[in-house]
């Protein structure tokens, strides 16, 4: 579980070992921070639906349940809005009740785990196109036909095909979309939502804004950062209207 005595102080201290960072080490670095018991090594082998559902989690623990996604629409430029509740999300992005997927079909007997951080750290230097076939690959944890070994390559396009339902089944919140009408051109589209990548940004501005208030306290009185810091939201705003009054 979560963390309760994270502080503005830790979240500071997350996002700065966060930053410069791709979506999904961000992800890893903020859970091994915040999240009890919890190892860089063991996050990495995380489902990516689980992860993300504590990355919510730790969202709304820092920001609340409402989440604003804004975007572009490809097709006309308008600018789309949508608000999402957290708490909905994270109730359709459960543990998987069983990591190891296995299909069977006919001869075939397929063996695959869910996806996990690594797998997507792993393919992300490869050309889009190749990913999801290496990502498969990557998932494959054993393949037989007729009781002997055989590989993934070998595998009818329709049966790999399958196991990979089976994958997006179990662990739905590996891949989260968005269904979204566009407010210019009416017309509907999915979006892919990374859950990592918006709470990135979302809490990059709050670190930026944070530090912003440190600046004009600091120079207005003279404190240090964590005496600032500490002072909480509330009563920096207090001392912040009085200096611009």
């Not at 995380?46 to 989440?67: K, M």
């Not at 459960?94 to 695959?112: C, K, M, S, T, V």
């Not at 566009?182 to 990135?200: E, K, N, Y």
Request: charged content about 25%; aromatic content about 8%; some cysteine.
């Amino acid at each position: 579980m979560l963390r309760a005595d994270l502080t503005e102080h830790d979240w500071l201290r997350i996002w700065e070992r966060a930053y410069g960072r791709r979506p999904y080490e961000f992800a890893v670095t903020l859970l091994a921070a915040a999240f009890e018991g919890a190892a860089s090594d063991d996050v990495w082998q995380w489902p990516l639906g689980l992860r993300d559902a504590w990355v919510l989690r730790a969202r709304r623990a820092l920001l609340g349940d409402a989440l604003v996604v804004t975007g572009p629409c490809p097709e006309c430029g308008e600018v789309f809005q949508i608000e999402l509740s957290t708490g909905d999300m994270i109730a359709t992005l459960n543990e998987p009740e069983d990591r190891l997927i296995e299909h069977r079909e006919g001869a075939w007997h397929l063996a695959a785990r869910m996806l996990n951080s690594r797998d997507v750290q792993m393919v992300a230097a490869l050309a889009a196109d190749l990913r999801p076939n290496e990502l498969l690959n990557r998932c494959i944890v054993s393949v037989s036909r007729n009781g002997l070994p055989a590989t993934i390559s070998e595998v009818p396009e329709d049966v790999r095909e399958k196991l990979i339902g089976q994958l997006e089944q179990a662990d739905p919140g590996a891949e989260i979309r968005l269904d979204v009408e566009c407010p210019g051109c009416q017309v509907r589209r999915s979006f892919l939502l990374d859950v990592a990548q918006v709470f990135w940004l979302e809490l990059n501005h709050w670190a930026q804004r944070l530090l912003a208030e440190v600046h004009v306290l600091a120079q207005a009185y003279g404190w240090t950062e964590p005496e600032i810091v500490a002072l909480g939201p509330w009563r920096r705003g207090v001392y912040l209207e009085m200096v611009r009054s």
